[in-house]
């Protein structure tokens, strides 16, 4: 009885890893979906080693019986295609899709690098039978076609293409009637993605992009926790949350508008200098300097984190549509909103612990620890900076310098000239009554 047991435990084990070896580990899935008069056309073209459980006719040796291959092809269309591809128009899903077209092309097709020329493959000759093919090294070219009411309607779609793969990317492109073409880089599930988004259901989707940035970064966290960790009052609160506001929102606006610098580098100087900005708020705060001053490290601080949120920004912009600056406006009102959020809860809890603990000590040992994870961050991250090339001094590199350093010095007098105005306010005399 034990021997058998153990037999088929053995017998389950293989056939288990047979079948997790049958998953690819990266699949990408490229696409165009054009609307045309009636009819919503979807050109794809899929790895054939992500086409699972179809009856796969084969030669001798192993080969792909492409005499014989048809019903295979059509099958897996209909099973891995169009019964998981969701369209929609006008939020309607649309009904399944005909199936127009299937066929095979070596891995070397390079015809997908337009719409025409990819719908143009279908009409070239089909490979011969005797062309020495795996299933598992061909790709799969298809052509979907789903009924609709207008070429003008809205369209979303949801892939739902990621079983086909351990790691699925969809490399998908709308071709709208004026002949304008949307580019769109989807990994997974993205669930619904709107091709042609309308400004409000864009500025949706960049306020929640953005309340979950924050949330979801630890280093902005700390830094915020640090920032505010000493004040009690409003006003110099709002000071603090002001200056750092409006500072990243400068540097989030011009680095998500290609304004900033492209090197290779300077992403990853900029997350040395988070976790720069995290170490010194932390020695601020154990070491007791003057609060006077704070606004100011918060606003200087603020425009490196503003390049932080742009660089999380950038990947989102591919569903920004024709809605560029409404997207950018409402993804830095979900990074305010969650920044709200965060001290909504930050500053009630720490006047409670404060009131329980004595401040000065609290204070010290939640730095120190905060202080010691922001030392380790920077120094990993420095790590990863030093295995770039020292960058070299052309004009480019040059110009965009001197145009973010008059930028600073702009900005910095302009805050010079209010602070002094309101400096001279407050000290001038009241008028006669």
Known sequence: MVRILLIAAVLLGGATGARAHDIPDQVRVQAFVKPEGRVLRVVARVPLKAMRDVDVPQRSG????LARAERALHDATQIWLAQEMELYENDARLTSPRIVDVRVSLESDRSFESYESA????SAPRLQNSTELYWSQGLMDVILEYPIASAASQFAIRPRLERLGIRVQTVLKLILPDGSIRAFDLHGDPGVVQLDPRWHQAAATFVRSGFLHILSGPDHLLFLLLLVAPFRRLLPLAAIVTAFTAAHSITLACAALGLGPGALWFPVLIEVLIAASILYMALENVLHVSLT????????????????FAYG??????????????SLFAFNVGVEAGQLAVLCVFVPVLDFLFRKIPERWLMTVMSLFVGHTAWHWMTERFENLSKFPFPAIDGPSVASLIRWVMGLLVLAFAVW?????????????PGPS
Do not use: C, I, Y
Request: a positive charge.
């Open 313 to 326: 920004l950038t990947e989102l912009l591919q569903f920004a549509g024709s809605h560029l600056v409404t």
């Open 293 to 308: 001053r704070r606004w100011m490290l918060a606003g200087a601080f603020g425009l490196v984190h503003g390049f932080a």
């Open 62 to 65: 192993g080969f792909l019986d």
């Open 119 to 122: 719908l143009a493959n279908f």
């Open 417 to 429: 000239l209010a602070l002094s105005r309101s400096a001279r306010r407050k000290s001038s005399p």
